[in-house]
């Protein structure tokens, strides 16, 4: 798997280009700025762009707008975003154009590296990646408004914070020990109780969720 990677941290670049290579990542650049990193992919198009979401000049979105701009010019290539904070908005903007083959996580979970590069896996298998942290704002938020959310039993909460995160059916049952079936029967409540149309597409069904719990429960109809 062939990996870009854009921080302006020097030593949080050649921290993630050392443990991806050890894991069997092939690092074809590493670059400081947004500019930088479009002229990089133009150049020689990788598998994925790991990509901090402030950058030079400014410090502010330049590496959200990169990300933008990839998903239009470089659709083949997966976009894995890192923040240093909780910004749903931004979040919300990445998957706007579409939840396939993108991820925005915390810069917190670079850590943990079986996390990291599970996520690597996952955007360059075309699937979405969702921070549980941001996921988790999210629900609270909802939680916090009188709506149906109120209305989900407990476990049924878990499992919507699952299919935000961008898991799968299967994925939910692994990761809470529930049946097949019984994955079904929640994510058919969940659905059923929030309004949102039910599809057999992960990425359509994590955007749907994900812009139900930010607030706009009639979007997520379309």
């Given amino acids: 798997m062939r990996v870009i990677l854009a921080d302006d941290s020097v030593l949080l670049r050649e921290g993630l280009a050392r443990m991806l290579s050890e894991s069997g990542f092939e690092v074809v650049a590493q670059v400081g700025d947004a500019e930088a990193l479009l002229a990089a992919v133009d150049a020689d198009p990788p598998d994925v762009c790991i990509v901090d979401i402030r950058m030079p000049p400014t410090n502010t979105t330049e590496g959200l ?3 933008l701009h990839l998903r239009v010019h470089h659709p083949k290539v997966a976009v894995l975003v890192l923040s240093q904070y909780v910004e749903t908005r931004y979040a919300m903007e990445l998957l706007a ?8 996580l915390l810069k917190d979970r670079v850590g943990d590296v079986s996390e990291l590069l599970a996520a690597l896996r996952s955007v360059v298998a075309g699937r979405s990646v969702i ?6 704002r999210l629900v609270g938020r909802r939680r916090r408004q009188a709506d149906p959310v109120e209305t989900l039993t407990a476990r049924e909460r878990e499992v919507l914070g699952q299919m935000a995160e961008g898991r799968s059916n ?6 809470l020990f529930l049946s097949p079936k019984t994955v079904e029967a929640h ?7 929030l309004g949102i149309e039910d599809t ?12 139900w719990l930010r607030g706009d429960g009639e979007g997520a109809r379309s």
């Fill in 65 to 67: 707008r990169a990300a």
């Fill in 97 to 104: 154009q579409g939840a396939d083959g993108v991820g925005y």
């Fill in 131 to 136: 921070d549980p942290t941001v996921v988790g």
């Fill in 170 to 175: 299967r994925a939910i049952g692994e990761r």
């Fill in 187 to 193: 994510v058919s409540a969940i659905f059923s109780k």
């Fill in 200 to 211: 057999p597409d992960d990425n359509r069904r994590v955007l749907s969720v994900l812009t």
